[in-house]
T-cell receptor, first 117, second 116 residues
Framework: DTGVSQNPRHKITKRGQNVTFRCDPI?????LYWYRQTLGQGPEFLTY????????KSRLLSDRFSAERPKGSFSTLEIQRTEQGDSAMYLC???????????????FGEGSRLTVL | GNSVTQMEGPVTLSEEAFLTINCTYT??????LFWYVQYPGEGLQLLLK?????DKGSNKGFEATYRKETTSFHLEKGSVQVSDSAVYFC???????????????FGQGTRLTINP
């Protein structure tokens, strides 16, 4: 399977714990995005990388959230001191920068669902 | 700011019925418009897109026309099938983002169920 892969698919944690999600993009894609989707809503942009550089972060991304893409391949999204309001589906997407002006298409993974008790 | 509003769901239709899912947007400049679809157990995937006014996007029998005068991008299909059951998201990308981030602004999604 050469699509975007996310792990774990579902994480249940207690409030105050730290969690980390991993995303493996399509191998030749140099852009990687994180979105968050809460129940009944559409995805909301969190942050994106081009290669290993994190180029933009949304105001939704509080100080408890950190994302990395150390070698320009896979990415991790860590949430520290989780709160119940962090419960959501965390979506990863990837794309090729050179195609952005023409297609605008993002390739999404199936998401990692976080439940904070 | 930029926003997308979709018709409330869920929508339930019989097979071979005509489908319309309304989408309107608010944006500065000239956004690109998209419909993404999420089938059960799968990630979102691009269904169709339009990048300028009066463009018509089409795919798998679905169509949507970029109407700048009404700021709309309604999704239509003439004869739906059970396999079209999914959640449909309308989205925009700001014109200023053409070279930069593909920061999509999504509507809330419309769940469609087609009964045989």
């Amino acid at each position: 399977d050469t699509g975007v892969s996310q792990n774990p698919r579902h994480k249940i944690t207690k409030r105050g714990q730290n969690v980390t999600f991993r995303c493996d993009p399509i191998s030749e894609h140099n852009r990687l995005y994180w979105y968050r989707q809460t129940l009944g809503q559409g995805p909301e942009f969190l942050t994106y990388f081009q290669n290993e550089a994190q180029l933009e972060k949304s105001r939704l991304l509080s100080d408890r959230f950190s994302a990395e893409r150390p070698k320009g391949s896979f990415s991790t999204l860590e949430i520290q001191r989780t709160e119940q309001g962090d419960s959501a589906m965390y979506l990863c997407a990837s794309s090729l920068a050179k195609l952005a002006p023409r297609t605008g298409e993002l390739f999404f993974g199936e998401g990692s669902r976080l439940t904070v008790l | 700011g930029n926003s997308v509003t979709q018709m409330e769901g869920p929508v339930t239709l019989s097979e071979e019925a005509f489908l319309t899912i309304n989408c309107t947007y608010t944006a500065t400049g000239y956004p690109s418009l998209f419909w993404y679809v999420q089938y059960p157990g799968e990630g979102l995937q691009l269904l169709l897109k339009a990048t300028k006014a009066d463009d018509k996007g089409s795919n798998k029998g679905f169509e949507a026309t970029y109407r700048k005068e009404t700021t709309s991008f309604h999704l239509e299909k003439g004869s739906v099938q059970v396999s079209d059951s999914a959640v449909y998201f309308c989205a925009l990308r700001r014109g200023a983002d053409i070279q930069g981030a593909q920061k999509l602004v999504f509507g809330q999604g419309t769940r469609l169920t087609i009964n045989p």
